[in-house]
């Protein structure tokens, strides 16, 4: 064999050893790409099935009683808005399931579960929306903050952004109802927790009006900042009276 043979043969050789090494990469390409697509399929759709599934059976397990309805009416009475302090619910155990919120403006969106707590594991994941601990109870004076996903786990606070000054945040707990009206909207760095204090803004004041903040990711599927709503309570009503005029305007 021939000088000029050998090198050819094992030119050959390195060739088929270069191609058998991109045909391996490519398939570990294509592989990675798959089960980056089934992670994103599961991540942006199947949390979201699961979590309103599960948020649905937490909200059925707390067996609120149903607002009145008058006999023989179609829907419920509607429940006379009271301004005098309101009763309000101790805080409660981390974990613990105790209010829900409906939004009105949310056309479509089912009654979520409010929890103690704001840790992704055992609350934001699994239960919905969570309430940061210390901050008010519903109804109290103080700063009543909650935060949730707006992307991903049934994403609670997804249509955050919709929401505009004057519109309606309904909190209902096993026996009262707090009607909120949002006040502003903001956006904040993730580190700006005084978007959580008693007074809004204003650490270290002491707060004389009962108000409500929502906390959420921004933008969507990022956590580079906070997107912010503040409300304040404009009204409450026993359960056993009837159902907000707010929320039977949107339902009609």
Known sequence: MTATHGRRRRSGRAGDTVFAAIGVLGELLITLGLLLLGFLVWQLWWTDVVGNREQAQVVAGLGFTPAPTPSGAATPQVATPRHDDPPVLAEPAHGTTFATLQVPRWTGEP????????????????????????????????????????????????RIAELQVGDA???????????????????????????????????????????????????????????????TLSSWAPVSSGTPAELLAAAG
């Open 111 to 158: 009654a979520r579960p409010i929890s103690e707590g704001t840790d992704k594991a055992t609350v934001l994941d699994v239960l919905g929306i969570g309430h940061y601990e210390g901050t008010a109870m519903p109804g109290g004076v103080g700063n009543f903050a909650v935060a949730a996903h707006r992307t991903t786990y049934a994403k609670p606070f997804n």
């Open 169 to 231: 945040l309904v909190v209902r707990t096993a026996d009262t109802w707090y009607v909120y009206t949002v006040t502003s909207t903001q956006i904040v760095a993730p580190t700006d927790v005084s978007v959580i204090a008693p007074v809004p803004g204003q650490p270290g004041v002491t707060p004389t009006e009962r108000s409500i903040t929502l906390t959420t990711c921004h933008p969507m599927f990022s956590a580079r900042e906070r997107y912010v709503v503040h409300g």
